[in-house]
């Protein structure tokens, strides 16, 4: 992974590098995939695997599952004098560090490590509609028609072809809209 090129809803995207082919490079979309979002990822990933062979959405190479690390293990439990009855009982608390097995140094608890899910697609190296618009206000400039007609028409292409495909896109935007260094438009994010 080279740098952070974006946050989406269910993750991060980075540019990265093939480090068997250092000239190619690739975008790679790291996903939490946790019980709350698993649908809207798995949606993502199945639009990605089945339908990216169409000319205006982004090239899919594949996806990779990093395990997270295990927990570490709990701190062992103080000691018990066999003797005295009121230690013969379970303390809830104890019970539940050993359940949710994430219990720190200072005895707090903390979240515990989740999977990655990374996604390798296609870069698209100059960036989004929204930076285009972006770019092209601030130098007081005026985007012609004819690009406007050509955004729209490709962001058409990729809409019809989900569609033909039972699927609905829900989130199209400018910051979903990719440029590609040739100048061509790609649709993303399909969670």
Same mark, same amino acid.
């Given at each position: %992974? ?6 989406? +809803?269910?993750? =991060? ?9 250092? #000239?190619?490079?690739?975008? @790679?979309?790291?996903?939490?995939? +946790?019980? =709350?979002?698993? =649908?809207?990822? =798995?949606?993502?990933?199945?639009? *990605? ?42 303390? $809830?608390?104890?019970?539940? &560090?050993?359940? +949710?097995?994430?219990?720190?140094? &200072? ?11 990374? %996604? ?16 092209? !206000?601030?130098?007081?400039?005026? *985007? #012609?028609? &004819? ?8 962001? !058409? $292409? ?8 039972? @699927? @609905?896109?829900?989130?199209? $935007? ?11 438009? $790609?649709?993303? #994010?399909?969670?």
């Amino acid at each position: %992974l080279l740098e952070n090129i974006g946050d989406g +809803t269910y993750g =991060e995207v980075f540019r990265a590098r093939n480090i068997r082919s250092p #000239d190619f490079n690739a975008a @790679v979309k790291i996903m939490h995939p +946790t019980d =709350e979002v698993l =649908e809207e990822i =798995e949606q993502e990933y199945r639009v *990605l695997l089945e339908l990216s062979n169409h000319e205006n959405l982004c090239c899919f190479y594949g996806a990779f599952l990093k395990r997270a690390p295990p927990p570490p293990p709990p701190p062992p439990p103080p000691p018990r004098n066999p003797t005295d009855p009121s230690q013969l009982l379970i303390d $809830k608390t104890s019970l539940l &560090s050993v359940e +949710t097995n994430a219990i720190n140094q &200072s005895g707090t608890s903390m979240p515990l490590p989740i999977d990655q899910l990374w %996604l390798a697609m296609e870069l698209c190296t100059s960036g989004s509609v929204t930076d285009l618009a972006k770019a092209i !206000l601030k130098a007081n400039q005026r *985007l #012609d028609e &004819s690009i406007i007609a050509y955004i729209i028409r490709e962001t !058409l $292409k990729a809409l019809h072809h989900l569609h033909s495909n039972n @699927v @609905v896109h829900r989130d199209v $935007k400018g910051h979903n809209i990719l440029i590609t260094g040739d100048g061509h438009i $790609k649709l993303i #994010d399909f969670g």
